[in-house]
């Protein structure tokens, strides 16, 4: 079976990921599988997430020889026009918790009506044999609370409240939150490509 690398060290997103692919037809690999040299760690110099999802992937690809795919994700809030953005990860030093802290500070005076915003996550395959890249996203909307809710998923999960469900991102299970996800609607998307484009 031909393998697959998932090129990311976030467990939050392996275990998301890892659970939508695994009725489908590869061997799917973690950068744990794989030998890389020390000096491996992949910057995220692009000012987009497709720009960082394709840095990642042709980086790892090339690396390990292995067909890649890679993810860049991040939250945009409409009342910060977007931010943090392609800087999600890096909004505030410490952890997760400090970052999204740190959101909720800056939305103190938001009115409930406008605290609209979404997560995008766009995914690039590679394959380093025959270095055909491709990308596809996925956008999931929802709102931002005022107090945090939940103890599953990661990042800004906690704040994030999905309207038709009434509960936030951190109070479901990694299967309930891909089926309606950026990260679940990209997956879906990065099958089909895989499928039709990346078939041996
Ligand atoms: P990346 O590793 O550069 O893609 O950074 C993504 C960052 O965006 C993460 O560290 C989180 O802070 C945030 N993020 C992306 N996807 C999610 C998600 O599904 N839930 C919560 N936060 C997320």
């Keep these: ?45 692009a000012i987009t997430m497709e720009g960082n999802a394709i840095i990642k992937a042709m980086t790892y690809g090339n690396k390990t020889g292995l067909l890649t795919l890679a993810e860049d994700a991040g939250l945009e809030v409409d009342a910060l026009n977007g931010r943090p953005g392609v800087l999600s990860a890096r909004y505030a030093s410490g952890t997760d918790k400090d970052r999204y802290l740190k ?5 103190q005076a938001v009115s409930d009506k406008k605290r609209g915003a979404q997560f995008r996550s766009v995914i690039a395959i590679y394959d380093p044999e025959s270095e055909k890249i491709r990308t596809c996203e996925g956008i999931y909307r929802g709102k931002i609370i005022q107090t945090p809710k939940g103890k599953q998923g990661f990042g800004y999960d906690p704040i994030f409240l999905n309207e038709n469900l009434g509960k936030t991102n951190a109070q479901m299970t990694a299967e309930e939150k891909n089926s309606v996800s950026h990260r679940g609607k990209a997956l879906k998307n990065a099958k089909e490509i895989l499928k039709k484009e990346f078939k041996q």
Excluded: H, W, Y
């Excluded at 959101?103 to 939305?107: A, G, T």
């Design 103 to 107: 959101l909720l500070r800056e939305m």
């Design 1 to 45: 079976m031909k393998k697959l690398l998932i090129a990311t060290k976030n467990q939050g997103k392996i275990k998301e990921i890892k659970k939508e692919l695994t009725d489908f037809a590869m061997d799917i690999v973690g950068l744990e599988n794989v030998n890389l040299p020390e000096d491996s760690a992949v910057q995220e110099p």
